[in-house]
C-alpha cells in the first residue's frame, strides 16, 4: 500500500525567508514522488517530480525537493520565499509497479508574511 | 491550465436535480480522473479511467455517475445530491496508468453547491 504524509497543516514564514514544507512517504516498491500547489479556487499545479537520479530535483518558480530514501522523505524548499507563494501544498507519491493512481497527502497550507 | 477545461466552473442545484460535470484534456492522455475536494478533508479520489475503461471506483455513492465517452472527455452526472456533497470537483488527466513516471494534470475544478 502506498501513503504520504505531510505533518503540518499549516507553515507560516516571513518573505525572503527559507521555506521547507515536510512529506514523507511509504511505498512498498521505488518511489515515483510529486509536488503540486493549489491556489484559491484553481485546480492543482505540477510543481516537480523525483523518478530517478539526483536527489535534488528544481521544479517550477524556484522549487526544489531534496530525495532522502533512508528518511523516506520529500521535502519541498525554496531559498527565499515570495507572499504569492502563499498557496496549499500537496505531495503525492505512487510506486513503480501496478496501475495505482497517485496518492495525494492532505495538503499544508503555507503562509508567507510580508 | 488550458490543458484540462471543466464547465461549469460553478453548479448551484437543488437536491432534486439532475446536472452533469464536464472534463475535457487536450493533452493526448489516455487516464482521467475525477477528485472531490472538500473543505478540511483530504483530496479524494472518486473515478479513474484508462483508455476509457473505468479502472477505479472508491466506494462512490450511486448519486454520482461517471461517463467517458473517449479518451478526451469524462463527465460526472449528478442527481439526487445531498448538501454534504458541496466541494469542488476536480478533473484530471496523466498519460496511461501504466506510465508510472508522468505526472497528472488538474483542470479548474467545478464549485458545486447543493442546496
Known amino acids: 500500500a502506498q501513503s504520504v504524509a505531510q505533518p503540518e497543516d499549516q507553515v507560516n514564514v516571513a518573505e525572503g525567508n527559507p521555506l521547507t514544507v515536510k512529506c514523507t512517504y511509504s511505498?512498498?516498491?521505488?518511489?515515483?514522488l510529486f509536488w503540486y500547489v493549489q491556489y484559491p479556487n484553481r485546480g492543482l499545479q505540477f510543481l516537480l517530480k523525483?523518478?530517478?537520479?539526483?536527489?535534488l530535483v528544481k521544479g517550477s518558480y524556484g522549487f526544489e525537493a531534496e530525495f532522502n530514501k533512508s528518511q523516506t522523505s520529500f521535502h519541498l524548499k525554496k531559498p527565499s520565499a515570495l507572499v504569492s507563494d502563499s498557496a496549499l501544498y500537496f505531495c503525492?507519491?505512487?510506486?513503480?509497479?501496478?496501475?495505482?493512481?497517485?496518492?495525494f497527502g492532505k495538503g499544508t497550507r503555507l503562509s508567507v508574511i510580508a | 491550465e488550458t490543458g484540462v477545461t471543466q464547465t461549469p466552473r460553478h453548479l448551484v442545484m437543488g437536491m432534486t436535480n439532475k446536472k452533469s460535470l464536464k472534463c475535457e484534456q487536450h493533452?493526448?492522455?489516455?487516464?482521467m480522473y475525477w477528485y472531490k475536494q472538500s473543505a478540511k478533508k483530504p483530496l479524494e479520489l472518486m473515478f479513474v479511467?484508462?483508455?476509457?475503461?473505468?479502472?477505479e471506483n472508491n466506494s462512490v455513492p450511486s448519486r454520482f455517475s461517471p461517463e467517458c465517452p473517449n479518451s478526451s472527455h469524462l463527465f460526472l452526472h449528478l442527481h439526487t445530491l445531498q448538501p454534504e456533497d458541496s466541494a469542488l470537483y476536480l478533473c484530471?488527466?496523466?498519460?496511461?496508468?501504466?506510465?508510472?513516471?508522468?505526472?497528472?494534470?488538474f483542470g479548474p475544478g467545478t464549485r458545486l453547491t447543493v442546496t
Open positions: 479511467y484508462n483508455f476509457k475503461e473505468q479502472t
Open positions: 511505498v512498498s516498491g521505488n518511489p515515483y
Open positions: 503525492a507519491v505512487r510506486d513503480d509497479s501496478g496501475n495505482t493512481p497517485l496518492v
Open positions: 523525483y523518478i530517478t537520479g539526483d536527489n
Open positions: 493533452l493526448g492522455h489516455n487516464a
Open positions: 484530471a488527466s496523466s498519460q496511461e496508468l501504466g506510465v508510472r513516471s508522468y505526472e497528472q494534470y
